[in-house]
């Protein structure tokens, strides 16, 4: 059996893992180098790197999930947030690689061996899903891993987040500083993290002032019951709060009704998209420092990689803002 075949069977990994170790190229995690030289040492063999591996580029791969893709593009969201990891790794001298993830990583054979050849130094996961595939893949990985915009359970994972608490609490504060007081809430899926902590902001915000929502649904952003906007006429809210998406679906509907906005009812986004209606009206959104979410994940990569003591896992949140729209104004005189 040849030299590289049988180091690589008793390491358990595979042959060109064993040649990145031995001629000192690409990247290889320090416990599969540890397994590959044990293994060189037990069958007799006395090889040295040929180069110094350190020299190489320090590289970070980043995945976006298929939530943040719409219309076959990467949303503006996240293509901001990519922004921000290249910028800060174009100074540090390191390479990005990107990756559109999905529920099943076993298909993504080419990442996988990346991964475990030890081609990739962190990982930034950007929008993952309750079941993702490449964040339960991740997690079992010996390299650091930042996720942006879902909080851990058990610690498992470095995180770099918006305050979407402190999101929702800001929203109702600036709908009730207009004078509303019937307000309705069109959230996303229940079970995501992020809609759970718009939800909880929102709810805080309202009950300090002795209120709740009006009217309150969860929806789908991409694809809204035609049948929304009438719905929220007819329950008598005077302002909607949901994701920029949605609201923009929502000033199409209410302007094919004839509702005026923000006349009759006033529509509140948030993430700060730069949506403006048929009609010329910029929407009235909630926005953040889109970029920094990036910049913040690939300083985590960088730190826990470099590191020479374990730091645990780390976590960041990115402060909110309002981005003044044309959207919201005081309830209309009954």
């Not at 990145?20 to 540890?34: A, E, F, I």
């Not at 995945?63 to 990891?85: A, F, M, N, R, W």
């Not at 049948?227 to 094919?256: I, K, N, P, W």
């Amino acid at each position: 059996m040849a030299f590289t075949a049988e180091v690589a069977q008793i390491a358990s990994v595979s042959p060109s893992t064993v040649s990145l170790v031995v001629n000192g190229k690409g990247r290889v995690s320090p416990q599969t180098r540890q397994r590959v030289r044990e293994a060189i040492r037990r069958l007799g063999y006395d090889v040295k790197p040929k180069q110094a591996e350190s020299r190489s580029p320090f590289e970070v791969a980043v995945i976006y999930c298929p939530d943040t893709v719409h219309d076959g593009e990467v949303s503006k969201l996240t293509g901001q947030v990519i922004e921000g990891v290249r910028g800060r790794l174009v100074k540090a001298g390191g390479h990005m690689s990107l990756y559109q993830g999905q529920a099943d990583v076993t298909v993504d054979i080419l990442f996988r061996q990346r991964v475990e050849a030890g081609d990739v130094n962190g990982a930034i996961l950007i929008g993952p899903g309750p079941r993702d595939g490449y964040l339960d893949y991740l997690v079992g990985c010996p390299m650091p891993l930042v996720v942006i915009n879902r909080q851990p359970r058990y610690n498992e994972f470095s995180s770099v987040s918006v305050d979407y608490h402190g999101l929702g609490k800001l929203a109702m504060g600036h709908l009730l500083s207009q004078g509303h007081e019937r307000i309705a809430l069109l959230l996303g899926p229940r079970r995501e993290w992020l809609w759970r902590s718009v939800v909880a902001g929102s709810m805080k915000g309202l009950k300090d002032r002795g209120l709740s929502p009006a009217f309150m649904q969860h929806v789908d952003a991409r694809n809204v019951p035609t049948d929304m906007a009438q719905r929220l006429v007819d329950s008598g809210v005077t302002a909607v709060f949901t994701g920029d998406y949605t609201a923009a679906v929502l000033l199409e509907r209410f302007h094919e009704m004839g509702v005026s906005v923000p006349g009759r009812m006033s529509v509140l986004g948030f993430d700060d998209l730069g949506f403006i209606s048929s009609t010329g009206l910029k929407l009235t959104s909630i926005g953040y420092d889109k970029q920094r979410l990036g910049r913040l994940a690939i300083d985590f990569v960088q730190r826990l990689a470099q590191s020479k003591r374990k730091l645990g896992h780390l976590s960041a949140s990115v402060c909110v803002r309002m981005a003044e729209g044309q959207t919201v104004a005081p309830p209309a005189e009954p």
